[in-house]
């Protein structure tokens, strides 16, 4: 509870440092939704209370450090666990080993880019992708790059709304119209997700 209402402060105390913090909170495990970030803050910035291009850039700051806290977890914390699991008796009866870690490792080093920029304007997958990233120790300036430019685009969608919104719905109408706009926004980027893995796919088994 105590969580909650530290959240809620900061939601209710917008500035560039609470932007920072709670979308680092929406990149790492903690599923906070963006939307009840971004569209907010660019709503304050359409009426002169913060600058619009500073939302932007310090939300998608914040992205970029929950993201990067996740991937490091996932190589110290999960990469052992994973190997440990594949080395093992029960892993060998699941037909996992080693060399099939190592080629999965692989496989989305070098497929992994687009993975990760479309997995950035996925809800329930943004704060989620960063982890087999950490798993197969992608390369980080990749990993970097494709996270920035994901969430980025993900962020000037939501601020956009935000800054547009200001001039036709009152600020208690703002959450519902926001939720409104991504749920399709949302369908448009899981159409596009699939055409991504499918693509992906493709390319391993023309390949295999």
Not at 76 to 94: C, D, E, K, T
Not at 172 to 200: Q, R
Request: glycine share 8%; net charge positive; with cysteine.
């Amino acid at each position: 509870m105590e969580t909650i209402g530290f959240i809620q402060w900061c939601l209710d105390n917008l500035n560039y440092w609470t932007i920072t913090l709670l979308m680092a909170i929406e990149s790492s495990v903690i599923p906070l939704p963006s939307e009840l970030v971004v569209p907010p803050a660019a709503y304050k910035a359409a009426a002169g209370e913060l600058n619009i291009y500073l939302v932007v850039f310090f939300s998608t700051l914040g992205a970029m450090i929950g993201s990067v806290s996740n991937y490091y977890l996932a190589m110290w914390i999960g990469r052992p666990i994973v190997y440990r699991f594949a080395n093992s008796r029960l892993g060998h009866m699941m037909m996992i080993d080693e060399a099939g870690v190592k080629k999965t490792e692989s496989f989305f080093d070098k497929n992994g880019a687009i993975s990760i920029f479309t997995g950035r304007l996925l809800p329930g997958v943004r704060h989620l992708i960063s982890i087999p990233a950490g798993l197969s120790r992608m390369n980080m300036p990749k990993f970097l790059l494709y996270t920035f430019l994901g969430a980025g685009l993900w962020n000037i969608i939501l601020a956009s709304i935000g800054y547009y919104l200001e001039s036709i719905v009152p600020r208690e109408m703002l959450m519902s119209k926001v939720t409104e706009y991504s749920s399709y926004l949302t369908t448009i980027f899981v159409i596009l997700g699939f055409f991504v893995v499918g693509y992906i796919l493709y390319k391993a088994l023309k390949k295999n």
